[in-house]
C-alpha cells in the first residue's frame, strides 16, 4: 500500500498571481487614502501612538490569507492511499524432470553438472511465484521428488537436497522420467502443463519408450521442454569409485541424444536446448520462462482523502473574523 499527495485541479494554483496585484493595489490605494497636513513645527502639539491605526493593515493580511486557503482549497489537496491485489486468472503447472546419473557430476559445468543446474533451476523457480512447481528425478528409474505444489519453500527445499546416490539403479531412463512428469501432470487443470526435462546422456535403461512417453504427453495436452546437458567433446566425468568411496574422474566423451530430445519437444510442441555451459543453462531458463507467461489480473483500490475542506474552513474563519474586527476595534478607522 502507498500513500500519495495530490492536488486534483493545480491551474487554479494560477490565481495566487493576483495576490500581488491585490497588494500593490492596496498600498497604491492607501496611500491615495491618506490626508496630508503642512505645518511648520509640531511642537505645541501633544503626540500619542494609536496601535490600533498602527494594526490597521492586518485587516488586509487577513483577507489575502483567507483568499490564498481558498485559492489552494479550489486546488482540491487530496492523499490517495493505494492497494494492489494481484489476482492468478490462469496459472500454469510445471514438473522438472532431472537426470541424477552418475554422468551428472562431470565437471564442465561448475562445480559439476547437477549443482550448476541446481542454482539454475532454483531462480528460475523463484521467478515463478504463481505456478504450481513439481520435481521427478530419474536415472535407471525414476520416481516423484516433490508433487505439483505452490508452496516455493518445499520445492526449493527438495531441490537442494537432491544429490547422487547408488539407492536409484544406474542408468539414464529417459523415458521413465518422462512417464513419471506425465503422470504427475495429467489430471492438472491448469491452463497450460509443462515439463522441463534435461539429461546429459542417451536413453539406456527403463521399461517406458520414451517416444510412447511424449505420445501420452501429447494425448494429455502436455509442453515439453527438453535440455540437453553437457559440453561438446570431452568433459571430466567419474570412471570409477576409490576405495575411499570417493569418485575417480577422468576425461570421457559427452553423448547425448539430440535426435531423440529434439523428436520429444517438437511432439508435444515444446523446443529443445542444449546447454553448454553454466550460462547458457541460464539462458535457457530466461527463454522459457519468457515462453510460458502466466496470466495475472491486477486490481488496484484507491482511498481518497479530501484536505480542501480545512482550508475552506480556515478561510471562512478569517474572513468572518476580519470582517468582526472590521465593525469593532477598527470601525472608526474605516
Known amino acids: ?43 505645541g502639539f501633544k503626540t500619542k501612538k ?8 492586518l485587516l488586509f493580511i487577513l483577507r489575502m490569507i483567507a483568499l490564498a486557503a481558498i485559492i489552494v482549497a479550489m486546488a482540491r489537496p487530496r492523499t490517495v492511499d493505494e492497494s494492489t491485489r494481484i489476482k492468478t486468472t490462469k496459472g500454469i503447472d ?9 554422468s551428472m557430476l562431470a565437471r564442465d559445468l ?3 553438472r547437477l549443482e550448476a543446474l541446481k542454482t539454475v533451476a532454483a531462480r528460475f523457480i523463484n521467478d515463478r511465484p504463481n505456478d504450481r512447481i513439481g520435481l521427478v528425478e530419474y536415472a535407471g528409474e525414476s520416481f516423484t521428488k516433490t508433487p505439483l505444489t505452490s508452496d516455493k519453500s ?6 537442494g537436497s537432491i544429490k547422487y546416490n547408488t539407492i536409484i539403479e544406474g542408468g539414464t531412463a529417459i523415458g521413465m522420467g518422462l512417464g513419471t512428469a506425465v503422470n504427475r501432470l495429467k ?3 491448469a491452463k497450460s502443463k509443462v515439463i522441463i526435462l534435461l539429461t546429459d546422456g542417451v536413453n539406456n535403461s527403463g521399461v517406458i519408450d520414451p517416444k510412447i512417453a511424449s505420445e501420452l504427453a501429447v494425448e494429455f495436452g502436455i509442453k515439453v521442454y527438453t535440455i540437453g546437458l553437457g559440453t561438446n567433446g570431452m568433459a571430466q566425468s567419474p570412471i570409477g569409485i576409490r576405495p575411499d568411496g570417493s569418485f575417480q574422474y577422468g576425461s570421457v566423451q559427452v553423448e547425448i541424444d539430440e535426435e531423440l530430445l529434439k523428436e520429444i519437444a517438437a511432439t508435444t510442441g515444446g523446443q529443445y ?7 547458457k543453462l541460464e539462458e535457457i531458463y530466461e527463454e522459457i520462462n519468457k515462453l510460458e507467461k502466466t496470466d495475472i489480473e491486477e486490481f ?17 474563519g478569517l474572513l468572518f473574523f476580519e470582517q468582526l474586527l472590521r465593525y469593532t476595534l477598527f470601525r472608526s478607522f474605516i
Open 273 to 279: 536446448f542444449r546447454a553448454t555451459s553454466t550460462s
Open 187 to 189: 489430471d492438472s487443470r
Open 94 to 102: 510445471i514438473v522438472i524432470a532431472i537426470d541424477v546419473s552418475a
Open 50 to 57: 494609536n496601535w490600533f491605526a498602527r494594526l490597521r493593515p
Open 1 to 43: 500500500m502507498g500513500s500519495n499527495f495530490e492536488f486534483v485541479n493545480p491551474q487554479f494554483f494560477w490565481l495566487l498571481l493576483l495576490l500581488p496585484l491585490l497588494t500593490g493595489w492596496y498600498l497604491w490605494k492607501r496611500r491615495q487614502q491618506n490626508a496630508a497636513l503642512h505645518i511648520s513645527s509640531i511642537k
Open 110 to 112: 561448475r562445480p559439476n
Open 300 to 316: 488496484k483500490y484507491r482511498n481518497y482523502d479530501e484536505k480542501f475542506r480545512p482550508l475552506a474552513l480556515l478561510a471562512f
Open 154 to 159: 518445499i520445492v526449493l527445499s527438495s531441490l
